[in-house]
């Protein structure tokens, strides 16, 4: 497959000549993946961040406008604050070429608008599709005739009581509206107090309501184009653990290395490929990905479409380069740019949905927090005290970091790094951010990726691995 690969990035580079790519977000982390292939990739970003090391040193065009402006900028600004900087209006001038394609993380009509007056081409689907399949209720209203979704009510709030749905949903059931952020519009009801809480302040809104479903979570990465739906990374979510700072449902990391509940993919491969096609239909293009609950029994339903790149896919496409496949975020550029796609979907596939032995878990934030203390991003490895003290003058290195009070294991700093592609079989990639960001609810506080599994066969993280994320936060807080 390496030929391959690199058959598509020369293609893509020979395209790029007299062209420039940029990639806006928040967040630089969201826009990696591809930085080292592409030739004129310029990645546009907010937040100053431990990245910037590995941007000088290994060349990699970027700007960042904390950096630039010395100063905290509202995170919640998004795209929007960097297309209506000077500064970055500045940047760009100076840098752009005839044609320049703009790509974002998740777009929307402010970005859209912005992205039309500077004249550049999108290499995203359009904000109106994106909230088509991705909210919660039109993403059921045009998808539940074709996949199978849980037993779900459509209906305005105040038209319905909790014995009404006790009955037609069960004892426990879930409320979704249609949007919400990291879990916060989603609401998994027990109780009518419950219920009757929610409904008191929603009572004209619509909302979508289903039956709850016990099992194990799955995501899978996809890009429709017009050769097919191409699809890969189909990884077990580790969701809801509240130690790690997660509401109910939200995803805090992937494990690519498990298949409980699933003994083989056929379902997930054929409801992923109709909704790819579907979507399609409708002029969606590029990546999105599906999220599936499978119960104990193998029994498999539908339960949310991100119409969009996903937050798996960056360290996802380092994993494809590694093994030398052609990745999807590639072939997502492929089909914007109207470049041949002559891969065979269907093998594509089946390479690409095999499991692989990486993980990644992060802790997330429970409320607005200070990160107080700066953990320097890089591998570390898992090494009993002795090996976090200096034999010589018992001084224990600042960047150790302790996962019991006995300080019998210890994460110990070995070399920077940002990605698993730097990685060794016994190390863990730590990823933090910067010290004095300011973080809120939800947001990451760190992220381990791994080279082995990070849950057990039951589903349930592996203790060290729990155990160092909760040292970190503390650590860093």
Known sequence: MRNRLQDYTN?????????????????????????????????????????????????????????????????????????????????????????????????????????????????????????????????????????????????????LSYLQLVHQLGQTFVIQFARGHTGSGTYVIDTEEEFNSIQAENDQRFAKFSAYVSGIAYTINACVTNTGVFMGGLSLQITGDQDLGALWGTTIGNDWSKRINLDNTDQIMKETEIIGSNMYKKGFRGMFGVDFIVKENGETFVIEINARQTASVPMYTKMQLLRDEVPLSLLHLYEFMGLKIDLNYKEYNL????????????????????????????????????????????EIAPTTVFLDEDRDKALLYQKYATNVASMDRQGVLVLTPIKDRILNQGDEIVRLQLNQNAIDSQGNTIPWIKEALISIKEHQL
């Open 351 to 394: 390479q690409n949905l095999q499991t692989e032995n990486f993980s990644q878990i992060s802790n997330r934030a429970d409320k607005q927090i200070t990160i107080k203390h700066c953990m320097k991003m890089g591998i570390y490895r898992l090494q009993g005290d002795n090996a976090a003290q200096n034999r010589f003058t018992d």
């Open 11 to 159: 293609n893509l580079n020979s395209h790029l000549s007299d062209k420039n790519l940029y990639y806006f977000v928040r967040n630089p982390e969201r826009g990696l993946g591809l930085e080292t292939l592409i030739n004129n990739y310029y990645l546009i970003y907010i937040q100053s961040s431990q990245y910037s090391e590995y941007f000088n040193d290994g060349g990699i065009k970027n700007y960042c406008l904390e950096c630039d402006s010395e100063i905290e900028i509202n995170p919640q600004g998004g795209t929007r604050i960097l297309l209506s900087d000077q500064k970055v209006l500045n940047f760009l001038d100076k840098n752009k070429k005839k044609l320049n394609y703009a790509q974002t993380f998740k777009v929307n009509p402010a970005y859209e608008k912005k992205v039309q007056e500077l004249g550049f081409n999108t290499l995203n689907t359009t904000s109106l599709l994106n909230r088509e399949f991705e909210e919660k209720i039109t993403q059921y209203q045009n998808l539940s005739q074709l996949v199978k979704f849980p037993k779900t009510i459509l209906d305005k709030f105040g038209n």
